[in-house]
C-alpha cells in the first residue's frame, strides 16, 4: 500500500522555521508529482507547494519566498522547509503524490490530481 507519512510538526515561535519530512516507501519520489496541502482548523486542505517530474516546483501566493520544496531520492524523501511562519501556517500538513502519470507536464497543487496522501503532521505557530 502507497502511503505517504509526515513528521517534523511541532510548535514554532512566530517568525520561526521549521522542516517538514515525507517519506514514501516503495517508490522513486523523482518520478511522480509530489504535493504538500495544508489545512487551516475548520477549513479543508489547500495545496501550497508541488513538485513535477520536470524538476519544476509550484507554490501558492501565500507561501512564495517562505516555503521550498525539495526530494531526496536516495532516501525517498520529500521535505517542505517553511521560514517566517506566521499564526495563520499553523494547521496540519499533508504530504500527497500523484502516481497516474509520469509525464512531465507541471504539477498542479490541486487536491484531485493526488491520489495517496498521509496522514499529516501537526504545526502550531505562537508565542
Known amino acids: 500500500q502507497l502511503q505517504p507519512v509526515e513528521s517534523g510538526g511541532g510548535l514554532v515561535q512566530p517568525g520561526g522555521s521549521l522542516r517538514l519530512s515525507c517519506v514514501v516507501s516503495g517508490i522513486n519520489v523523482e518520478y511522480y508529482r509530489i504535493a504538500w496541502f495544508h489545512q487551516a482548523p475548520g477549513k479543508e486542505p489547500a495545496g501550497i507547494s508541488c513538485r513535477g517530474r520536470d524538476g519544476m516546483s509550484n507554490y501558492a501566493d501565500s507561501v512564495k519566498g517562505r516555503f521550498t520544496i525539495s526530494t531526496d531520492v536516495a532516501k525517498q524523501m520529500v521535505y517542505l522547509q517553511m521560514t517566517d511562519l506566521t499564526p495563520e501556517d499553523a494547521g496540519t500538513y499533508f504530504c500527497?503524490?500523484?502516481?497516474?502519470?509520469?509525464?512531465?507536464?507541471?504539477?498542479?497543487?490541486?487536491?484531485?490530481?493526488?491520489?495517496?496522501w498521509g496522514r499529516g503532521t501537526q504545526v502550531t505557530v505562537s508565542s
Open positions: 500527497a503524490i500523484d502516481v497516474s502519470s509520469t509525464d512531465l507536464t507541471p504539477c498542479r497543487i490541486e487536491r484531485g490530481d493526488y491520489g495517496y
